[in-house]
């Protein structure tokens, strides 16, 4: 490898300056041949959901861990791949280098079918700020609400230096569309310190006051990281289901000697369930059997990451089998959870109950 591109680069070197730039311009339409051809792999992959039945928890996660892709290049090739079939127009203007990767993904959210091949004439060969001032012109500027605006005062003094400069000092670019890429909210600061950095509204800041009188901190601005780890430890011990489990297992232990345990009435499940209802304890088991992540696997055995936001699923579908008998509970993330659903069900039962669910919800409001 190594060799073929010294004499690749001696072969350069024989070039002509013209040579030399008619040559790159000929990569770069390769490349971004290329990359048009990568995005339509993403949507046709996001639709066919792909990256779920490899076992990844989102088309973002097998972008980087799948596909070794760079983490600031994920976001807008997802965000083109998002509209692409929709506005095919997107990928052949990509392909044929008239505008760029940025450029598709800062007009993706905006195109539609009476606007999408005036708004790539227009913006072709544009930068990244005139396609931000284009839109701006092109679209009324989003109005931002005061309570949105006002930045309370941020939650860490970080002592050194913030790395993130600021977006922008101009007031006019400052109400363009929201910044793409939002700093980090979390960094390392030290081996075993974090710098966290985030803004939020006035209801935020409302119920941090409130909660340093509960909890009983003083000066709450001073004793963030304190107050906020007090807020943790009860929203955990409330909500996590392995601290159910323990706090359950020692009120058994304690009572073992006065009560006969409850588990054996659990365990009798030959009947027909009438409803979905388990009890506290199955659940608690189950997310323990479960190691507290999703447990889909794809067919290859890789196991999916997915911690946040699980759902109890029945492996023996219960609109079928109506039992909820430990053994066929398992856990799995919303994602898959879905996935299997379609599986079991049909995408299209699966999207006609979407639908029900999204129109009860417009009637409740109106
Ligand atoms: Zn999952």
Request: net charge positive; charged share 30%; aromatic share 6%.
């Amino acid at each position: 490898m190594i060799e073929q591109f010294t004499s690749y680069s001696t072969k350069l070197e024989r070039l002509s300056n013209d040579e030399l730039h008619r040559s790159a311009e000929k990569l770069v339409l390769g490349e971004n041949t290329t990359l048009a051809k990568l995005i339509a792999h993403l949507a046709e992959m996001s639709s066919r959901k792909t990256a779920l039945k490899l076992g990844y928890k989102s088309l973002y996660e097998y972008c980087i861990t799948g596909l070794n892709l760079s983490e600031g290049a994920v976001p807008t090739r997802i965000h083109v791949a998002n509209v692409s079939r929709r506005f095919p127009q997107l990928l052949v203007a990509l392909a044929e280098s008239r505008i760029s990767l940025t450029v598709a993904a800062l007009l993706a959210p905006h195109l539609t079918k009476d606007n999408v091949d005036k708004v790539i004439s227009d913006c072709a060969g544009m930068k990244r700020k005139e396609t931000e001032e284009y839109m701006v012109a092109f679209r009324p500027k989003p109005v931002f609400e005061p309570s949105i605006r006002k930045r309370p005062a941020p939650p860490v003094q970080v002592e050194s230096p913030s790395p993130f400069p600021p977006s922008s000092s101009t007031p006019s670019a400052a109400s363009v569309e929201a910044p793409k890429s939002s700093p980090p909210i979390l960094q390392p600061a030290q081996p075993e310190v974090f710098n966290f950095r985030f803004s939020a509204n006035r209801d935020f800041k409302d119920k941090l006051d409130r909660l340093a009188e509960v909890v009983g901190v003083e000066n709450a601005q001073k004793n963030m990281a304190a107050l906020l780890e007090k807020a943790l430890d009860i929203a955990l011990e409330k909500k996590d289901p392995k601290k159910k489990l323990e706090r359950r297992r020692k009120r058994e232990r304690a009572s073992a000697t006065t009560a006969p345990s409850r588990s054996n009435e659990i365990a009798r499940e030959d009947e027909p369930a009438e409803s979905r209802y388990i009890a506290a304890e199955v659940l608690e088991r189950v997310h323990e059997r479960g190691g507290y992540q999703c447990t889909y696997r794809a067919p290859d055995g890789r196991r999916c990451t997915a911690r946040a936001g699980l759902h109890i699923d029945h492996s023996e579908p219960f609109g079928i089998f109506h039992s909820n008998e430990e053994l066929i509970l398992r856990l799995l993330c919303a994602s898959h959870n879905g996935l299997e659903a379609e599986r079991v069900y049909g995408p299209a039962f699966i999207q006609r109950k979407i639908d029900e669910r999204g129109k009860a919800r417009q009637a409740r409001r109106s």
